[in-house]
């Protein structure tokens, strides 16, 4: 198979362009869901555009050329990923894509229903890509290239992890830490487990793990931590089918909860330095399944909850703080001060002559601001 390899005609790395799309697929995803049936094609398209021609230079390729190959079963193959939608879907997927390029006219004649089917196939290929670069086609290619300096880079890794207690989850999993339930029921020892990179899920009418779930009551629960070094503020745009809530610490910031078709809600706050323990509740009650959760962080373009900003909280479940873990990794060290002597008369004495203890290059109170809430 033909290897395809990145960017024709762009600046931006393989990496900016997979987060650029998936923030295009969650706008329109959006305006689909909101906008007045008169202007949501129309607002929707170039959304949808944008999406495409990220892909297209991902795969170094022109935006008519990559609609010509989504049609043509022989050409297909030289696209990572594309395997990922059936030859059908793939060719309906390029007649949704010519008539979006075909301007106004071409979007007013497609219904809500068939531009929300293309952000579902479109988010799927983007899944897919994502899958391919990090351990199919693309990886591989990579590989064959510079096979020295990936395996000093692992040897490197391994002793980072080794000596680093709380880290920022792999790139092949993901800081989102996911426990799938066999049941509408969010409670007891979990079906299964596993770290996420993104809360960008359609299912369809699908089970989200195989066999070994139900396609309908169904129930997941993801966490991470929200590291912040200033204070933030976050929209949060929260998209289900049927029931999901975000909750901050405590807080619930966005509410979708019941039964109800693929509806969203959004929610704000203002963040303040420190830690922050993000959960997302969900749950499919029958028919088809799906949730995506995506930000506004200062006032800057959606997406997903940008993955900067999360660390994976470790394996253990801490009821009281999931992020405990966390927040001791960031906690500033402490030195001891040994009481002076007669002999080291510069030595620095503690009151009373005993030992003391103070932060490193930090004021009284720092660790509870650097903490957080």
């Known amino acids: 198979m033909a290897e395809v390899h990145a960017l024709a005609q762009s600046s931006e790395t393989?990496?900016?362009?997979?987060?650029?799309?998936?923030?295009?697929?969650?706008?329109?995803?959006?305006?689909?869901?909101?906008?007045?049936?008169?202007?949501?094609?129309?607002?929707?398209?170039?959304?949808?555009?944008?999406?495409?021609s990220s892909?297209?230079?991902?795969?170094?390729?022109?935006?008519?050329?990559?609609?010509?190959?989504?049609?043509?079963?022989?050409?297909?193959?030289?696209?990572?990923?594309?395997?990922?939608?059936?030859?059908?879907?793939?060719?309906?997927?390029?007649?949704?894509?010519?008539?979006?390029?075909g301007g106004a006219e071409g979007a007013r004649a497609l219904d809500r229903d068939a531009l929300l089917e293309h952000v579902r196939l479109?988010?799927?290929?983007?899944a897919a890509v994502d899958r391919a670069r990090t351990g199919g086609s693309f990886a591989r290619a990579q590989a064959r290239r510079n096979w020295g300096v990936l395996v000093l880079l692992a040897i490197a890794a391994l002793v980072v992890s080794a000596l680093v207690v709380a880290t920022r989850a792999p790139a092949d999993e993901g800081p989102w830490r996911a426990a799938l339930y066999r049941s509408k029921v969010i409670a007891g020892e979990p079906a299964a487990r596993r770290r996420d990179r993104d809360i960008d899920f359609d299912w369809?009418?699908?089970?989200?793990?195989?066999?070994?779930?139900p396609v309908d009551f169904f129930a997941v629960?993801?966490?991470?931590?929200?590291?912040?070094?200033?204070?933030?503020?976050?929209e949060f745009n929260l998209i289900s089918d049927d029931g999901a809530r975000l909750l901050v610490g405590s807080d619930r910031v966005v509410n979708n909860w019941g039964n109800h078709r693929a509806r969203q809600a959004r929610g704000a706050r203002v963040l303040e330095p420190g830690v922050h323990h993000l959960q997302l509740l969900y749950y499919d009650h029958r028919g088809p399944a799906q949730v995506h959760l995506t930000a506004t962080v200062d006032g800057g373009a959606i997406g997903p909850v940008p993955r900067e900003l999360l660390v994976d909280p470790g394996s253990a479940y801490e009821l009281r703080d999931p992020c405990a873990r966390v927040r001791e990794a960031r906690a500033p060290k402490r030195e001891t001060v040994t009481p002076a002597t007669e002999d080291d008369p510069a030595t620095p004495r503690a009151a009373g002559?005993?030992?003391?203890?103070?932060?490193?290059?930090?004021?009284?109170?720092?660790?509870?601001?650097?903490s957080g809430p």
């Not at 369809?204 to 779930?213: C, F, I, Q, R, V």
């Open 353 to 370: 002559g005993a030992s003391s203890t103070r932060a490193s290059g930090s004021p009284a109170g720092a660790r509870d601001r650097l």
């Open 221 to 234: 629960r993801w966490d991470t931590c929200m590291v912040l070094e200033d204070t933030t503020t976050i």
């Open 55 to 101: 892909l297209a230079a991902i795969y170094g390729v022109s935006l008519p050329e990559l609609r010509a190959r989504l049609g043509a079963d022989e050409r297909r193959e030289a696209l990572p990923g594309i395997d990922s939608l059936t030859p059908a879907a793939s060719a309906r997927a390029g007649a949704v894509l010519e008539a979006l390029q």
């Open 204 to 213: 369809g009418l699908d089970s989200p793990l195989g066999d070994a779930m």
């Open 122 to 126: 479109l988010g799927r290929l983007y």
């Open 14 to 52: 393989p990496t900016e362009l997979l987060q650029s799309g998936h923030g295009q697929l969650a706008a329109a995803r959006a305006v689909l869901l909101d906008f007045d049936p008169r202007v949501r094609a129309l607002a929707a398209r170039e959304h949808l555009i944008s999406a495409w």
